[in-house]
């Protein structure tokens, strides 16, 4: 027999337990951003120390503009190396973020069709045609979204390597004005 205060519970339940989730992964990467930017942060003022002692202690005009062009190096690596962590913690991030997405959407889809499946075995006689236009609806709205699930991970994908692709690049011309620069 159907019971749908079994099947609104259960769903409830199913909506704690991803808020659950959702709250957990959401502090994890807080905290991964916090401990990126407190690191960041104490290298920022290490690289400071270490240049002003460089600076006091440079005897001529010569030593302070190659210890200036060094510096210069060091904070672009600097800001290079935190560019590209935060960004792998962002890409890490929305990775488990449209994973907990998924999992969600197919428990919801597979209740829900257990739903209309046992709407459907108490549905009144007659009603088959509604019983009918319900599943399809469901069908087609469950296709629609796997489709544009699907876009949407052919999108981040490319999106992911042009941003990779584009840091190499960034990496390989700041190598090359090093070494041209030593």
Same mark, same amino acid.
């Given at each position: 027999?159907?019971?749908?205060?079994?099947?609104?519970?259960?769903?409830?339940?199913?909506?704690?337990?991803?808020?659950?989730?959702?709250?957990?992964?959401?502090?994890?990467?807080?905290?991964?951003?916090?401990? &990126?930017?407190?690191?960041?942060?104490?290298?920022?003022?290490?690289?400071?120390?270490?240049?002003?002692?460089? =600076?006091?202690?440079?005897?001529?005009?010569?030593?302070?503009?190659? &210890?200036?062009?060094?510096?210069?190096?060091?904070?672009?690596?600097?800001?290079?190396?935190?560019?590209?962590?935060?960004?792998? &913690?962002?890409?890490?991030?929305?990775?488990?973020?449209?994973?907990?997405?998924?999992?969600?959407?197919?428990?919801?889809?597979?209740?829900?069709?257990?739903?209309?499946?046992?709407?459907?075995?108490?549905?009144?006689?007659?009603?088959?045609?509604?019983?009918?236009?319900?599943?399809?609806?469901?069908?087609?709205?469950?296709?629609?979204?796997?489709?544009?699930?699907?876009?949407?991970?052919?999108?981040?994908?490319?999106?992911?390597?042009?941003?990779? =692709?584009?840091?190499?690049?960034?990496?390989?011309?700041?190598?090359?004005?090093?070494?041209?620069?030593?």
């Amino acid at each position: 027999m159907y019971n749908a205060s079994e099947q609104f519970a259960e769903f409830n339940q199913a909506n704690v337990s991803n808020a659950i989730k959702l709250a957990s992964l959401s502090i994890e990467n807080a905290e991964k951003l916090v401990n &990126l930017n407190i690191n960041a942060a104490k290298l920022a003022i290490a690289q400071a120390v270490e240049g002003a002692q460089a =600076a006091a202690s440079a005897r001529d005009v010569q030593e302070l503009i190659a &210890l200036r062009a060094k510096l210069t190096e060091v904070g672009v690596q600097s800001a290079q190396g935190y560019s590209r962590t935060l960004y792998e &913690l962002s890409s890490e991030a929305q990775a488990e973020f449209s994973a907990l997405a998924e999992e969600s959407w197919k428990a919801y889809t597979k209740g829900v069709a257990s739903w209309v499946e046992n709407a459907s075995k108490s549905a009144p006689a007659g009603s088959d045609v509604a019983v009918n236009a319900l599943k399809s609806t469901f069908a087609a709205s469950s296709a629609a979204f796997d489709q544009f699930q699907k876009a949407t991970r052919q999108v981040v994908d490319l999106a992911d390597a042009s941003v990779r =692709a584009a840091a190499a690049n960034a990496t390989k011309v700041t190598n090359g004005k090093a070494k041209r620069a030593a």
